[in-house]
């Protein structure tokens, strides 16, 4: 029988996990591994490992997976895996890149909604005053009269602006990948290069993933181009902002505030970073990918793709399928 190990507690939708691995002639063994030595101990002698948390995937530690065939990260993202270190031992890399993609774009436009239209400061504002002041909110722009960028038109993007056209937003984005504008049959979207989507957008909403071209791309250099205040929505990844200067660009008045799921320190944080002491910036967990509905979508999607790869199928979402010749 194969082993199959879960290397950390993020997804606990075990029996469904179970029943599918069973029906590949695998078993499944749960740790909650917090170093390295603990993740070479849980997983030297595994079939096939499943993993939220690619901290401990260092050369040594993938070195000691010896009967390894395939390793599973539990997200769309794969920015942050040791994929070299996997290619060199032959080991399939698989993400599961669809499981949450409405959840992501949903949270994306609940956050936008909850900055745009000052949500949480009119909450507060009424809790404190216990009496109605609604000139006190100024301004807030019509949505109908607004122009949101879209930083990423990926699936998720698209998906995002499918629901902003919805509130009848003019729709813009920046992505290298895409050629030209943007029709679908429900919106359209113009294509634009960054420095015009800092410049000319209401709201920007990110979608893409971290790369090295785009760490820290939104910078004080970025924010410095604003010209309607915009409030900024990050759902994509926390390098791809500089904190700091987004704290600045909100101070100056360049940017009215924001509104992030992903935080670039989130194993460290500290009460007085400045995410938590900048007024204007609302935070959710890194929760824009739960639901239900995603958490039995990707217990599912991860257990058929392990069972492919241990009865020698090719997996659907192979990520260093080029380095490994395949």
């Given at each position: 029988m194969?082993?199959?190990?879960?290397?950390?507690?993020?997804?606990?939708?075990?029996?469904?996990?179970?029943?599918?691995?069973?029906?590949?002639?695998?078993e499944?063994?749960?740790?909650?591994?917090?170093?390295?030595?603990?993740?070479?101990?849980?997983?030297?002698d595994a079939?096939?490992?499943?993993t939220?948390?690619?901290?401990?995937?260092?050369?040594?530690?993938?070195?000691?997976?010896?009967?390894?065939?395939?390793?599973?990260?539990?997200?769309?993202?794969?920015d942050?895996?040791?994929?070299?270190?996997?290619?060199?031992?032959?080991?399939?890399?698989?993400?599961?890149?669809?499981?949450?993609?409405?959840?992501?774009?949903?949270?994306a436009l609940a956050?936008?909604?909850s900055?745009?239209?000052?949500?949480?400061?009119?909450?507060k504002?009424?809790?404190?005053?216990?009496?109605?002041h609604?000139?006190?909110?100024?301004?807030?722009?019509?949505l109908?009269?607004?122009?949101?960028?879209?930083?990423?038109f990926?699936?998720?993007?698209?998906?995002?602006?499918?629901?902003?056209a919805?509130?009848?937003?003019?729709?813009?984005?920046?992505?290298?990948?895409?050629?030209?504008?943007?029709?679908?049959?429900?919106?359209?979207?113009?294509?634009?290069?960054?420095?015009?989507?800092m410049r000319?957008?209401d709201?920007?909403?990110?979608h893409?993933?971290?790369?090295?071209e785009?760490?820290?791309?939104?910078?004080?250099?970025?924010?410095a181009l604003?010209?309607?205040?915009?409030?900024?929505?990050?759902?994509?990844?926390?390098?791809?902002?500089?904190?700091?200067?987004?704290?600045?660009?909100?101070?100056?008045g360049?940017?009215?505030?924001?509104?992030?799921?992903?935080?670039?320190?989130y194993?460290?944080?500290?009460?007085?970073?400045?995410?938590?002491?900048?007024?204007?910036?609302?935070?959710?967990?890194?929760?824009?990918?739960?639901?239900?509905?995603?958490?039995?979508?990707m217990?599912?999607?991860?257990?058929?793709?392990?069972?492919?790869?241990?009865?020698g199928?090719?997996?659907?979402?192979?990520?260093?399928?080029k380095?490994?010749?395949?």
């Amino acid at each position: 029988m194969y082993k199959v190990v879960l290397a950390d507690k993020m997804l606990e939708e075990l029996s469904l996990l179970k029943e599918i691995l069973q029906q590949g002639g695998a078993e499944l063994f749960t740790y909650d591994c917090q170093s390295e030595d603990e993740m070479i101990e849980a997983t030297k002698d595994a079939d096939a490992v499943m993993t939220a948390d690619l901290r401990f995937f260092t050369d040594k530690m993938v070195d000691s997976l010896d009967k390894c065939k395939v390793v599973v990260i539990m997200s769309i993202g794969v920015d942050g895996m040791n994929i070299d270190a996997l290619t060199r031992k032959g080991i399939k890399f698989v993400n599961v890149p669809d499981y949450c993609l409405d959840e992501v774009a949903d949270h994306a436009l609940a956050l936008l909604l909850s900055v745009h239209r000052k949500v949480m400061s009119a909450d507060k504002m009424l809790r404190e005053d216990l009496q109605y002041h609604p000139k006190k909110m100024r301004k807030i722009k019509g949505l109908s009269d607004t122009t949101v960028g879209i930083y990423g038109f990926g699936r998720i993007g698209k998906r995002s602006a499918k629901r902003l056209a919805a509130f009848g937003c003019a729709l813009q984005f920046c992505d290298p990948y895409i050629d030209g504008d943007y029709a679908g049959e429900t919106f359209t979207a113009a294509k634009v290069d960054f420095e015009t989507l800092m410049r000319t957008s209401d709201d920007i909403l990110i979608h893409a993933p971290a790369t090295e071209e785009n760490d820290h791309i939104f910078s004080d250099d970025a924010f410095a181009l604003c010209e309607r205040e915009p409030y900024i929505i990050n759902v994509g990844r926390g390098e791809i902002i500089d904190v700091d200067a987004l704290s600045r660009a909100i101070y100056s008045g360049k940017v009215s505030g924001a509104a992030l799921d992903v935080h670039e320190n989130y194993s460290d944080f500290k009460a007085d970073d400045v995410i938590f002491t900048t007024p204007n910036i609302v935070l959710t967990p890194h929760c824009a990918w739960y639901s239900e509905t995603s958490l039995n979508n990707m217990a599912r999607t991860v257990a058929q793709e392990i069972n492919r790869v241990l009865s020698g199928q090719m997996p659907l979402s192979l990520v260093n399928k080029k380095e490994l010749g395949l």
